[in-house]
């Protein structure tokens, strides 16, 4: 059974500061591993999706990287911004289904 | 195309009454996924489908819950004999799987949130 788990579960830090959230799964076999964006009571803004064939994915200040092998993906912001402030979710499709199981996710804070 | 639509966005019941709760997705999607959020928890899947077809449901669906599909368009998850555990923000996505160019990127609805009394 696929097992997600993010790491810190909250962080805060200042304005201006690059970050890295941490994501760790447990099964290999994955179709693809996606990262969300939850505003308190929202719904799910997707991110960066990132292949299993694939090493990394950008958009503008965010950065994701796959280390399939090991488990293990970061997501990388530079120069936060408050409105950076937000839950940030990873999820892991599944082979063959492509169901997401997702981790509890990490509560950023960007304090002005 | 305005993303994937849920409606109603809050709902509040009384344990024991039928909730109906509607999903409209991207409309070239051919998948469909439920899934359920409590409070600090990560969505968990609770059933999806591949146009008209229900392909699987999570445990967490039980006897009470039921989804649909019916032309393969929008889909509604009822949830009869409400308890107080059923409690929570259910969430809509869509995605369009097959061809060379399709990621199965899920795209995700605003969510209904569901208070029972």
């Known amino acids: 059974k696929q097992e997600v788990t993010q790491i810190p579960a909250a962080l805060s830090v200042p304005e201006g500061e690059n970050l890295v959230l941490n994501c760790s799964f447990t099964?290999?076999?994955?179709?693809?591993l996606q990262w969300f964006r939850q505003d308190p009571g929202k719904g799910l803004t997707s991110l960066l999706l990132?292949?299993?064939?694939?090493r990394e994915q950008t958009s503008g200040r965010l950065n994701a990287s796959l280390d399939k092998s090991s488990g293990r993906s970061t997501l990388y912001i530079a120069a936060s911004q408050p409105g950076d402030s937000a839950t940030y979710l990873c999820?892991?499709?599944?082979?063959?289904?492509?169901?997401?199981?997702f981790g509890t996710g990490t509560r950023l804070t960007i304090i002005p | 195309d305005t993303g994937v639509s849920q409606d109603p966005r809050h709902k509040i019941t009384k344990r024991g009454q039928n909730v109906t709760f509607r999903c409209d997705p991207i409309?070239?999607?051919?998948?469909l996924y439920w899934y359920r959020q409590t409070l600090g928890q990560g969505p968990e899947f609770l059933t999806y489908?591949?146009?008209?077809?229900?392909?699987?449901k999570s445990r967490l669906l039980s006897d009470r819950f039921s989804a649909e599909r019916p032309k393969g368009s929008f889909s509604t998850l009822e949830i009869q004999r409400t308890e107080q555990g059923d409690s929570a923000m259910y969430l809509c996505?869509?995605?369009?799987?097959?061809?060379?160019?399709?990621?199965?990127?899920?795209?995700f609805g605003e969510g209904s949130r569901l208070t029972v009394l």
């Open positions: 996505a869509s995605s369009q799987m097959g061809g060379a160019s399709n990621t199965g990127e899920l795209f």
């Open positions: 099964d290999s076999a994955i179709y693809n």
């Open positions: 990132i292949q299993s064939s694939q």
């Open positions: 999820a892991v499709a599944h082979m063959g289904n492509e169901k997401l199981t």
């Open positions: 409309s070239e999607h051919n998948r």
């Open positions: 489908f591949q146009n008209e077809a229900q392909l699987e």
